[in-house]
Structure formats: structure tokens, C-alpha cells
């Protein structure tokens, strides 16, 4: 197998998501946090963010139905699922609840209904991204961990 | 010559924020005693009930149970000098404000620990990277753990 193709492969991919604004700085923080100890760290990272997330956007989703115009819970919420967007790096999810948030200060119902959509949207595509992101940089090997990119 | 271990309290309630701040102060070397409260509550039992006092209490804005200024008010009210550094991905004037006034030292939007050596990096007198300064306290004199002459330090970058 072709493993330092695989290595360009997994960069290339990288490159893209930051040039696409999908992850910013802060994935290159934790990746910097990688080290011979904690070898997937990132992974267990990016998983923990996926798990937690998802259980943030279902309160979330709960709470647009059960408490309509509540828009104090519905920001608390949010602002708990943007920082956790803030730990690793997930630029577009954290601008989409930026978004939402301001929906929220003006009371704008269908304001926030959107950009929710837009949260959920951004969320699974980052999953999709990431998780064949990690099976490339598995499949390249031990070596195979990403170097910054240039921007 | 090692940087001498320093006690840090973590209180953050979302998990993944906490690992990440962990691993970043692990980094950072030295062997730091992180400890962790996952809400104001507990980081202030913690604060009370600690057999030596914390060098530094990294507090979270939005908890359940007790919130970060809820809990910054109460450590100051019992009389603890510690720096707390407010760590929220909320950076508006009116969050770092709320914090100030609630006692903490200063506010950032994202802790990143960083192990580097002293000279790679403009320092302040006190050898000290300057981008670390405080300008609303001089905690960084209430840091007497800190053997500020070492060549690994913590730094806490503000944005």
C-alpha cells in the first residue's frame, strides 16, 4: 500500500477543511496536544465532541418544541453547543450558533428556526468530513499524523 | 532547573472542554495538579475543603447549580486571593465586565497551555511573555509557586 499517498491524501483533506472554514486554529491546538502518550487524542476528542454535541442539539430541539419563545433556554443551550464548537476547532457550526444566538437577542422565532437548521446541517456534514479524515489518517499509519497546513 | 508543580482548579461543565484544558495544562509540563469542579458549587467546596490553596482557578462562565460569577463572588467573599481566570467562549465586554466585578483577574475565551522556552518569546519584566499581563490586576504577583526564572512556564494566552 501506497502509504505516504495515503499521508498526501490526509493532508490534502485537512487543507480542504480549513479552506473551506469547517475547522479553524483550535483543531491545530489539539492536534498539538497529540503526543506519544495519548497517540488519539484528536479522535477521542473529535468523538467526545460528536457525542456531546449531539446530545446538546436534542436538548436544543426539545426545547424549541416544549418551550416556545423561550429564548433565555434556547440561548443557554446554544451557548453551551458553541463552546463545545469552540474546543475543537468547528468554525461553521460555532458561526451557525453565533447565528442563532443573535436570533435569540432579537426574539426572532423564525430567525432561530433557520439557523438551527443550519446547525444541524453543518454538524452532520463536519461528522462525515472528519470520520473519513480519521479512517484516512488510519489507514496511512502511525506516520500518518496530520502536519499543520499552510494558510 | 524543573518549573516548580502548580495547583490549578478546572471548573467547566461540558466534558470535552474539560479534557481539552487538561491536556493543554498537561502539556504545559511540570507535573501540575489539575483538579476539576463541573460546576461554581463544587469549585467552591473544592476551594474550601483544599488542604493547600490553588495557584490558579480557571472558571467557567455557564454552569448548572451555580454559575462562574456566582461561585468567583463566593471564593472572594471567604477571603481567596488565587488568580481566577474567567475561560468562556462568550468574550463580550459585558461577560468580561460581570467577571471583573464578580473579582476574577482577567478573561479569556479559550485556554491554551503551552510549554515553551522562556527566551523564544518577548518577556516582561518579570520574565513573564507580556501578552500574559493583566491589566486590570497584577496577579501574576500573586503566582509565589511560579519560579518565574525557570526555562518551562505556563503561559495562559489571552486572545
Redesign the interface.
Known amino acids: 500500500m501506497d502509504y505516504s499517498n495515503l499521508r498526501r491524501q490526509a493532508a490534502s483533506m485537512k487543507k480542504s477543511l480549513f479552506d473551506q472554514g469547517y475547522l479553524d486554529e ?1 483543531f491545530c ?2 492536534e ?2 497529540q ?1 506519544e502518550a ?1 497517540p488519539n ?1 484528536v479522535e ?2 473529535v468523538t ?2 460528536f457525542k ?1 454535541s449531539g446530545r446538546l442539539m436534542s436538548n436544543i430541539e426539545q426545547a424549541l418544541e416544549k418551550y416556545p419563545r423561550d429564548f433565555n433556554r434556547w440561548d ?1 443551550y446554544m ?2 453547543l ?3 464548537c ?3 476547532g468547528a468554525s461553521r457550526m ?1 458561526n451557525e450558533c453565533m447565528s442563532f444566538r443573535d436570533s435569540c437577542g432579537q426574539g426572532n422565532v423564525e430567525g432561530c428556526m433557520r439557523s438551527f437548521q443550519k446547525v444541524k446541517r453543518e454538524h452532520a456534514v463536519l461528522r462525515q468530513k472528519l470520520e473519513s479524515y480519521f479512517q484516512l489518517l488510519r489507514q496511512a499509519g502511525p506516520a500518518g499524523a496530520a502536519t499543520r497546513p499552510v494558510m | 532547573m524543573a518549573r516548580k508543580m502548580i495547583r490549578v482548579l478546572l471548573v467547566e461543565d461540558e466534558e470535552i472542554n474539560r479534557v481539552v484544558a487538561r491536556a493543554a495544562l498537561k502539556a504545559a509540563g511540570g507535573g501540575d495538579v489539575v483538579d476539576e469542579a463541573e460546576n461554581g458549587e463544587v469549585a467552591v467546596q473544592r476551594v474550601r475543603d483544599a488542604a493547600a490553596p490553588y495557584d490558579l482557578v480557571l472558571m467557567d462562565k455557564q454552569m448548572p447549580v451555580m454559575d462562574g460569577h456566582e461561585a468567583t463572588r463566593r471564593i472572594r467573599g471567604m477571603g481567596v486571593t488565587t488568580p481566577i481566570v474567567a475561560v468562556s467562549s462568550d468574550g463580550l465586554p459585558a461577560d468580561v465586565d460581570a467577571f471583573i466585578t464578580a473579582g476574577a483577574d482577567d478573561f479569556t475565551s479559550k485556554v491554551r497551555a503551552c510549554a515553551q522556552r522562556r527566551d523564544s518569546h518577548a518577556c516582561n519584566g518579570m520574565g513573564m511573555p507580556s501578552h500574559i499581563l493583566c491589566p486590570r490586576r497584577s496577579w501574576e504577583s500573586s503566582l509565589p509557586n511560579l519560579d518565574l526564572l525557570n526555562d518551562v512556564y505556563i503561559c495562559v494566552l489571552l486572545n
Open positions: 483550535q491546538q489539539v498539538d496536544l503526543d495519548s487524542f477521542e476528542v467526545l465532541f456531546d443557554t451557548q453551551q458553541k463552546g463545545s469552540s474546543s475543537i460555532k
